[in-house]
């Protein structure tokens, strides 16, 4: 992955972003990177389900420009005011894990697939200029529900550059692999069972695609931009 340095030039200057799931681990990643002085931001805004990693964020970042929304994407009342004024959003909030959303396939479709549209329809209506989607490796010859989700919910991206129009909001999807040491990594399981001396693998043969968090926010920035 051929991943472009950060350059302020001004792209984000005098910009609002809205980061939905904001309190996850690229999110919170995302919203450290672009607070920066560099960016000069106007607004960040962000959306999270729950209240106390929320305030967790918000007291890290220490930065009055960050607006902390406590919402769920499935409200599409909520997005509306949470999307008022913003220029860029980077829909992030999704069901990720692979074996809850097995066990709660309603959840995962409400979730990955209602949730977004709900983000690209609010989007369009608030005139907001790009929306990035945030999808998985897993979406493309998806073999379970959540990449099954999330590869309707890139083709519902997608399709919305037609109903926008040449002038309207710009769609695009970022796809990438398991980013080493976030949240549900497996990588903190495989340090507590070295210990053990034993690591439990599903499949000897699988293979996975690793990408650092300095590298998924940097990757994001770099799609947003493009």
């Not at 980061?19 to 920066?36: F, H, N, P, Q």
Request: proline share 4%; hydrophobic share 40%.
């Amino acid at each position: 992955m051929n991943i472009k340095p950060f350059t302020h030039d001004g792209f984000f200057v005098g910009t609002s972003v809205l980061i939905t799931g904001v309190s996850g681990s690229l999110g919170s990643a995302l919203s450290r990177e672009l607070l920066k002085p560099g960016y000069r931001l106007r607004r960040l805004a962000g959306l999270a389900r729950k209240w106390q990693p929320l305030k967790d964020l918000e007291t890290e970042l220490a930065d009055d420009r960050f607006r902390a929304f406590v919402g769920d994407i499935r409200d599409l009342d909520r997005l509306r005011i949470a999307m008022r004024g913003i220029d860029f959003v980077v829909h992030a909030a999704a069901l990720k894990d692979v074996r809850y959303a097995a066990y709660n396939p309603t959840e995962a479709l409400s979730i990955n697939c209602v949730g977004t549209q709900n983000v690209l329809q609010v989007s369009n209506e608030c005139g907001v200029g790009r929306v990035l989607v945030i999808s998985t490796d897993k979406s493309p010859w998806a073999v379970n529900i959540y990449g099954a989700t999330k590869q309707v919910a890139e083709h519902l991206t997608v399709a919305y550059n037609a109903y926008s129009g040449s002038m309207g909001t710009r769609y695009a999807v970022a796809r990438y692999g398991n980013v080493i040491g976030s949240s549900g990594s497996v990588v903190p399981l495989f340090f507590r069972q070295r210990d053990a001396g034993k690591l439990t693998l599903t499949d000897p043969q699988m293979t996975r695609f690793w990408i650092t968090m300095p590298d998924a926010v940097a990757f994001v920035i770099q799609c947003l931009r493009e």
